[in-house]
């Protein structure tokens, strides 16, 4: 009986049967490891950060793009409705919301305080932030939204986020 080619799915099946067979033989069990493997959201809940993201990008208008440094947002570009009556009450829900991309829901130490507005046009409103880290301002520490008509637009920050806890308490007395 002349022997004919095998289909190519039939082929593949064969040899998968084989190198399971194989795998078996050898005392590996890997091909019953990777059917039952968890996947990786069980095991690592998502961060703080990307949960802000994953809120962000369901809520932007357009899809957001976020330029990380160290761990934490330094720049986002998004299209985002905010709620309050001044511009910086929209920059705070705004900061309240996403919060967490620049590292600020990881540390009851770092706060921001509201430095100011700004009007740069008509209808865009810049309100800055200073960053406070355990009662003490961060030099160089803020945070800029650009809110406009009820929306932030964007937002630029450098804030300080210590590995681990700071002593700021004087060390030279008056």
């Given amino acids: 009986m002349p022997s004919r080619p095998l289909s ?9 049967a084989f190198i399971g067979t194989f795998v078996l033989a050898g005392g590996i ?8 493997r968890v996947p990786s959201s069980r095991l690592h809940p998502p961060s703080q950060m990307q949960q802000a993201y994953d809120t962000l990008r369901i809520e932007s208008d357009r899809a957001p793009k976020v330029q ?7 720049f986002v570009d998004a299209d985002v409705a905010v709620s309050g009556v001044t511009a910086a009450d929209q920059a705070d ?8 991309l620049y590292g600020l829901h990881t540390s009851s130490s770092v706060r921001l305080v509201l ?4 009007s ?12 406070w880290y ?11 939204v650009s809110v406009r008509a009820g929306r932030v637009y964007s937002t630029i920050g450098t804030l300080f986020q210590p ?7 004087p060390l030279l007395t008056s």
């Fill in 8 to 16: 190519s799915s039939l082929h593949r099946t064969r040899i998968a």
């Fill in 29 to 36: 069990g890997a091909l019953f490891l990777h059917s039952a």
């Fill in 68 to 74: 990380v440094h160290n761990g934490m947002a330094r």
């Fill in 93 to 100: 829900d705004f900061v309240h919301r996403y919060g967490a």
């Fill in 115 to 118: 430095r100011g507005t700004r």
């Fill in 120 to 131: 740069l046009s008509d209808q865009e409103e810049l309100v800055s932030y200073a960053q």
């Fill in 134 to 144: 355990r009662d003490v301002e961060v030099f160089g520490g803020e945070l800029l």
């Fill in 163 to 169: 590995t681990q806890p700071l002593n700021v308490t």
